[in-house]
């Protein structure tokens, strides 16, 4: 299925102000999902507003060659206390993402509206989960848009509920996306933790390239 076909793009990402804001308003159809993420966009908004779409820059981005596990981390994929899953659940998944309370954060940015949205895009092999249990119990997970004809996967949020439990997840996710070609990991914009795994920034103009 052709979701481009006769589909208005968006404004040239170099558009963007300096926060990354490049654009409010529209839907979160699929075609306008796919429209954005092969540009390097992506929604990011509360229920209080319109949707608005970014393109930041500096991006943060994994190579996963680059990924890095500590010392205690690899003592604790050596244990083996979690099992780890890909899309065996990516409801549960994003609905936890929208529900956990994050430090600093009030109310959350995946709307029912995103949800729909991501959902549709799952249905379809574009969206994309990690699950991680511990025993029968789901404790960390991370879900976003696999662009596997770029060789590139777009986080979009992960959880825990168990220490470590999304570390372990994210590492699984990325030696199995090396597996398959990836050759990027869009993190979208920088925090420390992502930075601890190996994730760096990268200029927009970069970033552009791997998807061209």
Not at 170 to 196: A, N, P
């Amino acid at each position: 299925m052709d979701f481009f076909q006769s589909y208005e793009k968006f404004p040239s990402v170099e558009e963007a102000n300096e926060d990354g804001l490049l654009a409010i308003g529209g839907n979160l159809s699929v075609k306008r999902l796919l429209d954005a993420y092969h540009q390097g966009i992506f929604p990011w908004y509360d229920a209080s507003q319109p949707v608005m779409w970014w393109s930041p820059d500096p991006r943060m981005v994994l190579f996963p060659e680059n990924l890095k596990v500590s010392k205690s981390m690899k003592q604790e994929l050596r244990k083996e206390k979690f099992r780890v899953t890909f899309n065996e659940d990516f409801e549960a998944v994003i609905n936890i993402c929208a529900a956990i309370d994050r430090e600093g954060q009030y109310g959350t940015w995946i709307t029912p509206e995103m949800k729909s949205a991501f959902l549709k895009l799952h249905e379809l092999g574009i969206s994309k989960s990690v699950e991680v249990w511990q025993e029968d119990e789901l404790v960390g997970g991370l879900y976003g848009i696999y662009l596997k004809e770029k060789k590139m996967f777009c986080g979009e949020s992960m959880f825990a509920r168990v220490s470590n439990a999304s570390k372990i997840g994210f590492i699984k996710w990325v030696e199995h996306l090396k597996e398959e070609g990836v050759k990027i990991i869009d993190c979208q914009v920088y925090t420390s933790h992502l930075e601890s795994l190996g994730a760096e920034e990268i200029s927009r103009e970069e970033f552009v390239k791997f998807l061209q």
